[in-house]
């Protein structure tokens, strides 16, 4: 390398980053990498909240108090603006990343801060991005080309002139046309009035790819009617971006069978989830993949116990070669024994000679990210019955030591304890912590929750129905109630709650699965009777919610 070249990466460099139109998952494998490796985020605010998970936890967001101060209006002052955080941070040395809405290369005003950079000589990179104009319809159900390769053109009927919409308008290609959701109507006129014919179909989708979408079927001549119909217009919402298609050759007309995302069995359900984000990350992903909003609200708190000296012994026992078994029934037993482990300085090499049983799959994972495999996970029921089913008799030949180490909760019923004993074990029943109450929710949840802002919730516990509606209130009546089991919902009426769904099986997805299949179901009826597809939280009587007798 030649020592007099300067050194174009003294001055840092800038990531400018396509988020597409709105869903986290269609951000690329390269937008997450660059995103974990950002020193300073600056994004527009309808992306702020796609991007900032996968950044970094200590990233240097200049404006993070208000998103929309970071934003790019349709203006030279907020443009210069952002340009100059942009360009101040690269020559700090910063690793800017720059996160716009939909694809870098279609945003002219993105064009100009990139060649702002390259007039000061700053290395940057473009990182493509799903276009809003081609990610919406393909979530729409609406396919923009048939067999026979239909034309596609592509219009912003913010900035298109007389010139854009008679050649597009004479065309018989299908239109795309980026507008806002009170604007679409003249755009509709705009083509008419260009040569097509008002009978032309055409789908109009707001809040394209995520679960706040909707999309309405029409004509270039009954779009504005529809729309009054729908009663979205006139409307506060008035300003927000849609993505219209037109065309008769497009999908528009035949989008019913193809409607796979608004079709999904949960879609748009804000569903609250009364565990940690930590418990219920494998359910929440279930949720989602169902249509559904995951709200996660911790009803317990998980404590050390009160005397840890049983705990110490125990764990010390583990390494002296005092047991033949040890049995974790959650995830936090897990995390308990790890803690004690850390704290004597011992990892998972401890367990050597010991065999290991887990109640269930998460347990079983909690486990593995540990470095333990599990000898022994319940074939069948996920439960401490499950487990004992599977546990084998004590054998004095092939057993040399009959004693198990259970770490467990304060709460914990003796269901194992009695079933290990039966089979011949000699149990050290410990307490490894204590579950507390969690603290109240935000306010905002705590309104939701009472005043119908939730579609459904899913009770895995009866303790979770006691302490959810001790620290939030009773869920409003029309809220959908799911329970685990038969001793939930009977916890669930106690409360005064009518129980809609139940598991069918005592997991925490085949619950999901129930829930899923009750939406569905809703969903069905609706369009059969003709009604239209609503949530339950978009019908709120005033009454409230009564167990039936």
């Given amino acids: 390398m030649n020592p007099t070249a300067p050194n174009h990466f003294a001055s840092g460099q800038v990531t400018f980053l396509g988020a597409g139109p709105g869903d986290p998952g269609l951000l690329t494998l390269r937008a997450v ?97 799903i276009a809003a104009a081609v990610g919406v319809p393909a979530y729409a159900g609406v396919p923009l080309r048939d067999a026979h390769g239909t034309d596609v053109r592509f219009i912003d009927a913010r900035t298109a002139d007389e010139r854009c919409w008679t050649e597009v308008g004479a065309s018989d290609a299908t239109a795309v046309v980026s507008t806002s959701l009170d604007s679409v109507a003249a755009a509709a006129g705009e083509l008419v009035s260009a040569g097509r014919k008002p009978d032309t179909p055409m789908t109009v989708t707001v809040a394209g790819t995520t679960t706040r979408q909707r999309t309405w079927t029409a004509t270039l001549g009954s779009v504005a009617q529809v729309l009054k119909a729908a009663k979205v217009l006139p409307s506060a919402d008035g300003g927000q971006p849609v993505i219209a298609v037109v065309g ?129 996970v319940p074939s069948g029921e996920q439960s401490a019955a499950g487990l004992l089913e599977d546990w084998p008799p004590y054998d004095p030949v092939f057993d040399p030591i009959d004693r198990v180490f259970l770490p467990r909760a304060d709460i914990a019923t003796e269901t194992l304890v009695a079933g290990l004993i039966e089979l011949g074990w000699e149990v050290d029943d410990v307490t490894a912590y204590r579950t507390v109450r969690a603290s109240p929710p935000p306010a905002e949840t705590r309104e939701a929750i009472k005043g119908g802002g939730f579609d459904a919730v899913l009770f895995t516990s009866s303790s979770t129905v006691r302490n959810l509606v001790g620290i939030a209130g009773k869920p409003h009546n029309v809220t959908v109630i799911a329970c685990i089991g038969p001793a939930t919902a009977k916890t669930a009426e106690e409360h005064g709650l009518r129980v809609d769904v139940m598991s069918p099986e005592p997991s925490v997805h085949k619950l999901a699965e129930a829930l899923a299949d009750f939406g569905a179901a809703r969903r069905d009826a609706a369009l059969e009777a003709g009604d239209p597809v609503t949530r339950p939280s978009e019908r709120r009587p005033g009454s409230r919610r009564r167990a039936r007798s």
């Avoid at 985020?41 to 200049?62: K, S």
């Fill in 33 to 129: 990498e660059a995103l974990a490796s950002a020193d300073v985020l600056i994004a527009d605010p309808q992306v702020l909240d796609v991007v900032r998970v996968h950044a970094r936890a200590q990233v240097d967001t200049p404006l993070q108090a208000s998103a929309d101060e970071a934003s790019i209006p349709a203006d030279v002052p907020a443009l210069r603006d952002t340009a100059n955080l942009v360009m101040t941070a690269a020559r700090a040395g910063k690793r800017v990343v720059r996160a716009v809405t939909g694809d870098p290369g279609l945003d002219g005003y993105v064009a100009e801060e990139m060649l702002a950079c390259a007039a000061e000589g700053i290395v940057f990179e473009v990182v493509p991005g």
């Fill in 248 to 376: 008769e050759r497009s999908a528009a007309a035949r989008r019913d069978p193809l409607s796979w995302f608004e079709s999904k069995p949960l879609f748009g359900w804000r569903v609250l989830v009364p565990r940690t984000k930590e418990q219920a990350a494998s359910l929440s992903d279930q949720l989602v993949s169902y249509g559904a909003v995951s709200h996660e609200v911790p009803t317990i708190a998980v404590e050390p116990p009160r005397t840890p000296q049983q705990m110490e012994r125990a764990v010390k026992g583990l390494v002296t070669g005092r047991y033949e078994w040890i049995a974790f029934t959650s995830v936090n037993a897990v995390k308990a024994v790890r803690e004690k482990f850390e704290e004597y300085g011992l990892d998972a090499r401890a367990f050597a000679g010991i065999k290991v049983a887990a109640v269930g799959e998460q347990t079983a994972k909690a486990l593995v990210a540990f470095g333990v495999k599990p000898d022994l």
